[in-house]
């Protein structure tokens, strides 16, 4: 290790009438080696690469045909190892058509496969109802400690009631300009997003409406 040489090698400063001279030696009068002793096993691979491709087309088409006709017997394949369920592959999920999967999620939805019961190891985190609106969980709920509740101090300025329409609470009276503007424009945002949402939701019930109506239409006609 000690001496490491990066120089180049000595062929690339050779002459060339001098390597031209050498390589018509090796041609004329070439070395004679002793025997390759093998060390080892030789392994089976096969037709070499450069073989295969140097083979003429009519006997590769000779040799296709005599594989189809005459298969070679191979030995039974022995598994050393056991082999995974991965399920679908993903090209091949990928290749399916687009009403293909819209009938798989609609098989899922009317009958879902059966499964084992889940193997919790921790404790569940309570929801709060996550599947209809998402809200903040309280730290109260994250903590395994007794939960206090203390109630509010009540405040004199301030008047409770226990029935409240909502109608009222929306309801904007008609003296406008007493209220203040922030509540007001917040109120007329509020409202027009109640109106966008329905109208997106017209919309997206008329798409999905038109998908089924042409995936009845290609089944009834091409089936």
Do not use: C
Not at 155 to 183: F, G, H, K, Q, W
Not at 197 to 207: A, D, M, P, T, Y
């Amino acid at each position: 290790m000690n001496n490491l040489e990066f120089a180049p090698p000595e062929e690339l400063t050779t002459p060339v009438w001098r390597s031209l001279v050498l390589n018509l030696i090796d041609r004329i009068a070439p070395e004679r080696l002793p025997p390759l002793q093998l060390t080892s096993r030789p392994i089976p691979v096969g037709v070499l690469l450069g073989d295969r491709l140097t083979t003429p087309w009519y006997r590769t088409v000779f040799t296709n045909i005599a594989d189809v006709v005459a298969p070679e017997d191979l030995p039974p394949l022995e598994l050393t190892s056991t082999p995974v369920d991965v399920g679908e592959l993903l090209g091949d999920a990928i290749a399916h058509p687009w009403w293909y999967s819209m009938l798989g999620n609609v098989r899922d939805r009317l009958a879902p496969p059966k499964l084992p019961p889940l193997d919790l190891t921790s404790r569940p985190v309570e929801s709060f109802a996550a599947d209809t609106w998402l809200q903040i969980l309280d730290w109260s709920s994250l903590l395994d400690t007794p939960k206090v509740y203390l109630p509010d101090a009540p405040r004199a300025d301030l008047r409770y009631s226990t029935a409240v329409d909502a109608a009222e609470l929306m309801e904007v009276p008609a003296n406008v300009e007493e209220i203040a503007p922030s509540i007001v424009a917040a109120q007329m945002q509020l409202r027009r997003d109640i109106s966008r949402s329905r109208l997106r939701q017209k919309i997206w019930i008329s798409v999905v409406g038109a998908q089924v109506a042409l995936l009845v239409f290609a089944i009834i006609k091409f089936v």
